[in-house]
Each structure stands twice: as C-alpha cells, then as structure tokens.
C-alpha cells in the first residue's frame, strides 16, 4: 500500500485547510486510517483516525472539535478538514493505514505499517 499526502500550506491562524491522503496498491485490506504530525524537536504524535466505514472516528484532545476525518473509500482517500487553526498546529502531517481492527490500538503509531511521505502545514499568528 503506498499513501501520498496533499494540501499543505501556509495559513493564517483561525483560518481552515483540508489535507487528503491517497491510497494505491494493495488497499483491500487497509481498515483503519490515520494522521498524526510531527512538530519541529518534538514526537510524532497522534492527531485523527477513522475506521473502514467511516462510523468511527477518534480525535486526540488538541484538534477535538476543530478537525474532523472522514473517507471517501470508492475514492481510497481520506481526509482531514482543519478549521480554527493555531499556531502550535504547525508541524509535519503524515497519513497511516493499516489493516488491525482493534479500536484500542487505533492512536498507537507503531501499529501502523503504512506511511505517507508528510505534508507541512505551518500556522502563522
């Protein structure tokens, strides 16, 4: 499975951006799909997943209420609408794909084995 990350940029604080994430390659058995950033001298973390249908959807504390994940799996595509955007949001973002089911398991990063290339987004204040 190969995974290919767009929509970057540089914006504004409080302003949106939408990041996609593309999959191709052998995507029948991908389930669970994921984002999670990476600041500058800190660890990758956690941001959003969602499950193969779409029905669940998990959020880490920081971007509750202002991003939200959703999919599009005729299209292998999964999406993340940032809206309210702070400064601290800026970082590299990469899109993950896996095929466990185990919701418990859907924030830990080393449970995923497929890895996009990152997009940067940067906030200005």
């Known amino acids: 499975v190969q995974l290919q990350a767009f929509g970057g940029g540089l914006v504004q604080a409080g302003t949106s951006l939408r990041l996609s994430c593309v999959a191709s390659?052998?995507?029948?058995?991908?389930?669970?799909m994921g984002w999670f950033r990476q600041a500058p001298g800190k660890e990758r973390e956690f941001v959003a997943a969602?499950?193969?249908?779409?029905?669940?959807?998990y959020y880490s504390d920081s971007v509750e209420g202002r991003f939200t994940i959703s999919r599009d799996n005729p299209k292998n595509t999964v999406y993340l609408q940032m809206n309210s955007l702070k400064p601290e949001d800026t970082a590299v973002y990469y899109c993950?794909?896996?095929?466990?089911?185990?919701?418990?398991?859907?924030?830990?990063?080393?449970?995923?084995?497929?890895w996009g290339q990152g997009t940067q987004v940067t906030v200005s204040s």
């Open positions: 969602i499950s193969r249908t779409g029905s669940r959807t």
């Open positions: 993950a794909a896996d095929g466990d089911i185990r919701p418990e398991t859907i924030r830990t990063m080393r449970t995923y084995h497929y």
């Open positions: 390659g052998r995507t029948v058995g991908v389930y669970r």
